[in-house]
């Protein structure tokens, strides 16, 4: 999720008016910035299921892009379950059962909490020039945002989506929107920001949608309620150990 | 006269025995395919029912839609008091609250970490309950391979060849990752007391039986379940009883707009089986038409052929003054009793050829690999009334239409030639 999450963000803009930067240059920029220090994240994701909506809140630890610890705060079901991300392998810890389970296979292609995220999602943490091609589609609205529109195609096999179609708001460098497409063409998952904020110099998402398309609710809101940048990190907690404690 | 003709047949046996040997196969394909076709869809129909559908099956409507993919948050609720009302109103009946369940399958090493693990079809039927049926519907009991059915809460079966892919010994903690009905993902710990084998590949690749009402905890399905399934008496699916249940159940929740009331379906319609056991239903007639024509055509030569050596017979009794009628009806005579020889030959040789299959059976599990059918790994054919008289049908009508047409021959001859034809 890191990487589609971060993949809208982008540092103030460094191209001069007039000046058409290439795909390329769009996503260098998308990526520098992915590659920021350390983090801790609090945020709060609404599941808008058929039948319930249920509001998960967790803090995450993030060091680079292939590291990452979560704790689930609430509800009271979830509440204790953590994540562990160590660079492509996942485990996941539930006090209930008092154990540490891996997630691999095709595990990682469903939903993570019954939400509109898979844990493929979560996974996914190489940077966008790394498995896509860009392509300048041209320039469209979204509100009163003026947005490079691009078509990212996959470059590499092992890629989640095959390609992506995503508006970047001109002047923020901020992604606004994101089709999340299958080989087929099908377009799988949207994701739509609604709300952003400036955090020390860069513009973040603050409110964003998932939308699985092929299921029937309602999409996941996802809501960064607070982030810190460069904080102290103990190394023990991206350990196994740390999921017990 | 008829002793003439039989006489005839068995005295001269050119005339009688290629169309007994055309008409005993023909007859033999018919009772054997029949056989054969009624021990499938017979088979199919039961595993289903037993292990799927039950004769009918109350779900949510929204669950009902996508019933495909188990979607327990669809799942039916209140199932207790709809259970009750059925149970009342359909005494005779027997109705068992079910839950399917998908998820991941851990098995722990000994610092609690992943040993192995496999994606696994949950089935969460009613083991604890005293005097439950359902060890009993999903001979669960004669499926143990080894250790014993679950006693105690939280204690699962586990499919033989999951548990040797897995090295999964009995005792040993065996964590199910899933979600909930909520959605919420749940990790919960069961013991493996037992491995089982079904017969059915869909199930033995990865299947895990537990107690419906644990698995409602660790769904967090308190009075819910995937579905309520009604068997009718001794287990004996009536398609017109199943439909009147159903329509008298759904009328009721007709004008529901609920997407989660209550809906009944019949096991045809919920298993997708109504193509086959149509095609099944007709396979007999088909059967019996594709060999009377194919058989006709054989015995039409075959009679033919007769016709040509019995050439200057036909003549003589043309010239003596026998009527053409009258040849031709003996002809006809003669093919009904070749029929009832070959049928009674061809139906022996089906019904022996089925008993093999009934009882031995053909293991084709190497062709399910990866079907996700509930139909078992043994075909075998069942005998019924039918087979043994359908084999009559293609081996009286073949013989006779295929002498009708040779025999037409016989009004083509002029008397005015007879004696030129009998010097030659």
């Given at each position: 999720m890191k990487k589609l999450l971060i993949g809208l963000v982008c540092l103030v803009p460094v191209f001069g008016s007039g000046q058409t930067p290439t795909g390329e240059e769009i996503l260098k920029q998308v990526d520098t910035n992915i590659m920021s220090g350390n983090r801790a994240i609090t945020s709060t994701m609404v599941v808008h299921g058929r039948r319930t909506t249920r509001t998960i809140t967790s803090k995450s630890w993030i060091q680079g892009t292939n590291k990452s610890f979560s704790e689930y705060l609430a509800p009271a079901r979830e509440k204790g379950t953590k994540m562990l991300k160590l660079e492509d392998q996942l485990w996941m810890y539930s006090p209930q059962s008092d154990r540490i389970i891996r997630i691999a296979g095709h595990m990682l292609r469903q939903s993570m909490m019954g939400s509109d995220l898979s844990y493929e999602d979560m996974m996914e943490d190489?940077?966008?020039?790394?498995?896509?091609?860009?392509?300048?589609?041209?320039?469209?609205?979204?509100?009163?945002?003026?947005?490079?529109?691009?078509?990212?195609?996959?470059?590499?096999?092992?890629?989640?989506?095959?390609?992506?179609?995503?508006?970047?708001?001109?002047?923020?460098?901020?992604?606004?929107?994101?089709?999340?497409?299958?080989?087929?063409?099908?377009?799988?998952?949207?994701?739509?920001?609604?709300?952003?904020?400036?955090?020390?110099?860069?513009?973040?998402?603050?409110?964003?949608?998932?939308?699985?398309?092929?299921?029937?609710?309602?999409?996941?809101e996802f809501i960064i309620d607070s982030i810190e940048?460069?904080?102290?990190?103990?190394?023990y907690i991206f350990s196994k150990a740390s999921l017990r404690k | 006269?008829?002793?003439?003709?039989?006489?005839?047949?068995?005295?001269?046996?050119?005339?009688?025995?290629?169309?007994?040997?055309?008409?005993?196969?023909?007859?033999?394909?018919?009772?054997?395919?029949?056989?054969?076709?009624?021990?499938?869809?017979?088979?199919?129909?039961?595993?289903?029912?037993?292990?799927?559908?039950?004769?009918?099956?109350?779900?949510?409507?929204?669950?009902?839609?996508?019933?495909?993919?188990?979607?327990?948050?669809?799942?039916?609720?209140?199932?207790?008091?709809?259970?009750?009302?059925?149970?009342?109103?359909?005494?005779?009946?027997?109705?068992?609250?079910?839950?399917t369940f998908g998820g991941l399958i851990d098995i722990p090493d000994v610092n609690g970490e992943t040993r192995s693990q496999a994606p696994v079809m949950g089935f969460g039927i009613d083991l604890l309950s005293p005097g439950s049926t359902e060890i009993n519907t999903m001979n669960v009991a004669k499926s143990i391979v080894q250790g014993r059915l679950p006693e105690n809460p939280n204690e699962i079966l586990i499919s033989d060849l999951l548990a040797d892919r897995l090295e999964v010994n009995l005792g040993d903690a065996a964590t199910l990752l899933s979600s909930t009905m909520f959605g919420s993902m749940i990790m919960h710990n069961f013991k493996v007391v037992g491995t089982i084998r079904f017969g059915i590949m869909a199930l033995d690749r990865g299947a895990i039986i537990a107690d419906v009402g644990d698995v409602q905890h660790a769904l967090d399905m308190e009075d819910a379940a995937g579905g309520i399934l009604g068997y009718l008496p001794n287990r004996i699916y009536n398609d017109d009883t199943a439909l009147g249940i159903v329509e008298r159940f759904n009328q009721r929740y007709e004008d529901e707009a609920d997407e989660y009331a209550p809906v009944m379906g019949k096991l045809i319609e919920l298993s997708d089986l109504g193509g086959y056991l149509e095609m099944a239903g007709s396979m007999s007639g088909i059967l019996i038409f594709v060999f009377v024509i194919i058989m006709s055509i054989v015995l039409w030569n075959a009679g033919l052929l007769g016709g040509l050596r019995r050439y200057g017979e036909?003549?003589?009794?043309?010239?003596?003054?026998?009527?053409?009628?009258?040849?031709?009806?003996?002809?006809?005579?003669?093919?009904?009793?070749?029929?009832?020889?070959?049928?009674?030959?061809?139906?022996?040789?089906?019904?022996?050829?089925?008993?093999?299959?009934?009882?031995?059976?053909?293991?084709?599990?190497?062709?399910?690999?990866?079907?996700?059918?509930?139909?078992?790994?043994?075909?075998?054919?069942?005998?019924?009334?039918?087979?043994?008289?359908?084999?009559?049908?293609?081996?009286?009508?073949?013989?006779?239409?295929?002498?009708?047409?040779?025999?037409?021959?016989?009004?083509?001859?002029?008397?005015?030639?007879?004696?030129?034809?009998?010097?030659?």
């Open positions: 190489r940077s966008l020039l790394e498995t896509y091609t860009p392509e300048i589609l041209g320039s469209e609205s979204i509100g009163d945002r003026d947005c490079w529109v691009l078509k990212l195609s996959a470059k590499v096999d092992d890629v989640a989506y095959h390609s992506q179609k995503i508006w970047i708001d001109k002047e923020r460098m901020l992604g606004l929107k994101q089709d999340l497409i299958a080989k087929s063409g099908k377009l799988l998952k949207t994701i739509t920001i609604k709300e952003v904020f400036l955090v020390e110099g860069r513009w973040y998402p603050k409110r964003m949608i998932f939308k699985d398309v092929l299921s029937k609710g309602k999409g996941t940048y460069d904080v102290d990190i103990p190394d | 006269m008829i002793k003439f003709i039989i006489n005839g047949l068995l005295r001269d046996r050119n005339r009688s025995f290629f169309p007994i040997i055309i008409v005993a196969i023909g007859v033999w394909l018919t009772v054997f395919m029949q056989a054969y076709l009624t021990g499938v869809m017979g088979d199919m129909i039961d595993t289903t029912a037993r292990f799927s559908t039950g004769h009918v099956q109350i779900m949510s409507k929204a669950y009902a839609e996508n019933k495909d993919q188990v979607p327990n948050d669809l799942a039916l609720m209140d199932v207790a008091k709809i259970m009750s009302e059925m149970q009342a109103e359909y005494p005779e009946m027997t109705w068992v609250k079910r839950i036909v003549g003589i009794r043309l010239a003596i003054g026998e009527p053409k009628g009258h040849i031709y009806r003996s002809l006809i005579y003669e093919s009904i009793f070749i029929g009832i020889v070959g049928s009674i030959i061809g139906t022996a040789l089906g019904l022996g050829c089925a008993y093999w299959l009934q009882v031995v059976g053909l293991d084709i599990s190497a062709f399910l690999q990866n079907t996700s059918m509930m139909i078992s790994n043994v075909f075998r054919a069942e005998i019924t009334d039918e087979t043994y008289y359908i084999g009559f049908y293609p081996g009286l009508f073949a013989t006779v239409i295929g002498t009708m047409l040779s025999g037409i021959g016989i009004y083509k001859r002029q008397t005015a030639q007879l004696f030129k034809e009998l010097e030659v």
